[in-house]
């Protein structure tokens, strides 16, 4: 069963301009949802986090876009760099984290300089 | 360490072979999990490890699957009778204290041939 779905499976920007993509979530005893980062032949590397108390939260170019009564979320991203060329993954879990996470199934993220 | 530590990053082995991953977490941190990447598929969790707890084994995708973690740190994730559709890339994890962020290792990357 897929708790957490993510769209776009693919995705191209051009330089500068801002990426944006969507997860939807099934579970409401979900109460962490955080985005990985994952470069080719490394490991997934925690982006930006939040938790439902919010509905939204910003580090840097990195914005997360949190509604909970639709059961979604998502990542924006300014200024789109080809430095951010990679995949992206969200994924959510119960008590705060210290859960097991259940994540979507990815987004590649192609800058075009 | 300073980071997860996976061994080996490659490994071809034959169907119906056993193999060992390994995972040296980041030192201090209590939890430790397992999760599997399959071609341009999402994380797939595996195991979860949390100090002296039973493990949560309920990812594990059939009785051919094993972890186990001694002293508290090092884990091997153990594959017996490999089947072609255990190729994947298997990451591990570690947290503080099962808590919020988790670092992930680069992987190994199984291949059953």
């Known amino acids: 069963q897929q708790q957490v779905k993510q769209s776009p499976q693919s995705l191209i920007v051009q330089k500068g301009g801002i990426s944006i993509i969507n997860c939807a979530y099934e579970?409401?005893?979900?109460?962490?949802f955080p985005w990985y980062q994952q470069f080719p032949g490394k490991g997934p590397a925690l982006l930006i986090a939040i938790r439902p108390d919010v509905s939204e939260k910003k580090e840097g170019r990195f914005t997360i876009s949190f509604n909970k009564s639709a059961k979604q979320f998502s990542l924006h991203i300014m200024d789109s760099q080809p430095g951010d060329s990679a995949t992206y993954f969200c994924a959510a879990s119960k008590d705060q984290g210290a859960q097991k996470l259940v994540f979507g199934q990815g987004t590649r993220l192609t800058i075009n300089p | 360490g300073a980071g997860v530590s996976q061994s080996p990053s490659n490994k071809v082995t034959e169907k119906g072979k056993d193999v060992e991953l390994r995972c040296d977490p980041i030192s201090g941190h209590t939890a430790l999990y397992w999760y599997r990447q399959s071609l341009g598929q999402g994380l797939e969790f595996l195991i979860y490890f949390q100090g002296n707890s039973a493990p949560d084994k309920s990812g594990l995708p059939s009785d051919r699957f094993s972890a186990e973690r001694t002293g508290g740190s090092v884990s091997t994730l153990t594959i017996q009778r490999t089947q072609q559709e255990d190729s994947a890339v298997y990451l591990c994890?570690?947290?503080?204290?099962?808590?919020?962020?988790?670092?992930f290792g680069s992987g190994t990357r199984l291949t059953v041939v």
């Open positions: 994890a570690s947290s503080l204290n099962g808590g919020l962020g988790y670092t």
């Open positions: 579970n409401t005893a979900f109460d962490y």
